[in-house]
């Protein structure tokens, strides 16, 4: 019994991080009848940064329920980077939202420091194998 719940909560640190870039996909794909904001620290770019850093999180705490390279670590992020881009790239494609450098430049700061968390919090005891 414990075993399985450990295993379900094994798993549930896997698809946490993927069920939350579905969220923030399905919410970037809700068409807009308002104009963006080009501020630079406007409550839109706070949000993309939060949801990008929560993202990251999620990511980070799956990697504690394994041994993962610093190689595979680094890729993983560099998907996600790509994947940030992409879903900035998408809304060009929704009804009254554009592409914003901007917007791109707040979730990347959000992994950014996602990653920085991951590196400075991370258990030295059970480091990634180089």
């Known amino acids: 019994m414990i075993k399985q719940n450990l295993k379900r909560k094994s798993e549930l640190k896997l698809w946490a991080p993927v069920g939350w870039l579905v969220l923030i996909w399905i919410v970037s794909s809700i068409p807009s009848q308002k104009f963006p904001t080009q501020e630079l620290f406007s409550f839109?770019?706070?949000?993309?940064?939060?949801?990008?850093?929560?993202?990251?999180?999620?990511?980070?705490?799956?990697?504690?329920?394994?041994?993962?390279?610093?190689?595979?670590?680094?890729?993983?992020?560099?998907?996600?980077?790509?994947?940030?881009?992409?879903?900035?790239?998408?809304?060009?494609?929704?009804?009254?939202?554009?592409?914003?450098?901007?917007?791109?430049?707040a979730n990347a700061s959000g992994l950014a420091v996602g990653l920085i968390f991951f590196w400075v919090l991370y258990d030295r005891s059970k480091k990634p194998v180089s």
């Open 44 to 105: 839109d770019k706070v949000a993309h940064f939060g949801e990008y850093l929560m993202l990251a999180l999620l990511v980070n705490s799956s990697f504690r329920e394994r041994k993962l390279r610093v190689r595979n670590i680094w890729w993983i992020y560099l998907i996600l980077f790509f994947i940030a881009g992409l879903d900035e790239y998408h809304q060009r494609f929704i009804p009254g939202r554009n592409v914003c450098i901007e917007d791109y430049l």
